[in-house]
């Protein structure tokens, strides 16, 4: 199960990161997570309550965006989208795929509470 470590590093970066900015809480974030990750996002979810307990990010809600896997043939140019990666190109049989999009890991959005704001 590596949703685990995953919640560990985003914690890591935000945590500071809300420190730094003095905000006193993170409550949305927004990921972008490529199909290629395998992520799950229930057990992300679960484990980033585990974990965020006694952090300012305690209370967060976790928006998962999954982006497909997208992969391009370096041959013929074609692209195309799918569940699963394929090694050959549908279009002329090429084995020079590239895969384009589907292995991102990365923070899209975040919504704060700010020091002095009076909700919450
Ligand atoms: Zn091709």
């Known amino acids: 199960m590596h949703e685990m470590s995953l919640v560990e590093a985003i914690l890591e970066s935000l945590v500071p990161l809300c420190v ?3 905000w006193r809480k993170i409550e949305r974030v927004v990921l972008r997570i490529g199909s290629l990750r395998q992520v799950i996002p ?3 979810v679960f484990c980033f309550e585990a974990a965020s307990s006694g952090t300012p990010l305690a209370d967060a809600s976790i928006e998962i965006k999954e982006v497909p896997i997208r992969q391009k043939c ?3 140019g074609l692209e195309w989208e799918g569940e699963v990666p394929l090694g050959r190109c549908s279009g002329c049989r090429s ?3 590239e895969t384009i ?3 991102e890991l990365e ?3 975040l919504e704060v509470l700010e020091n002095g704001d009076e909700k919450g």
Do not use: F, K, P, Q
Request: hydrophobic letters at 50%; glycine letters at 6%.
């Open 20 to 22: 730094e900015n003095r």
């Open 42 to 44: 229930e057990a992300l």
């Open 74 to 76: 370096a041959s013929c």
């Open 95 to 97: 084995v020079e795929v």
């Open 101 to 103: 999009a589907g292995l």
């Open 107 to 109: 923070i899209e959005a």
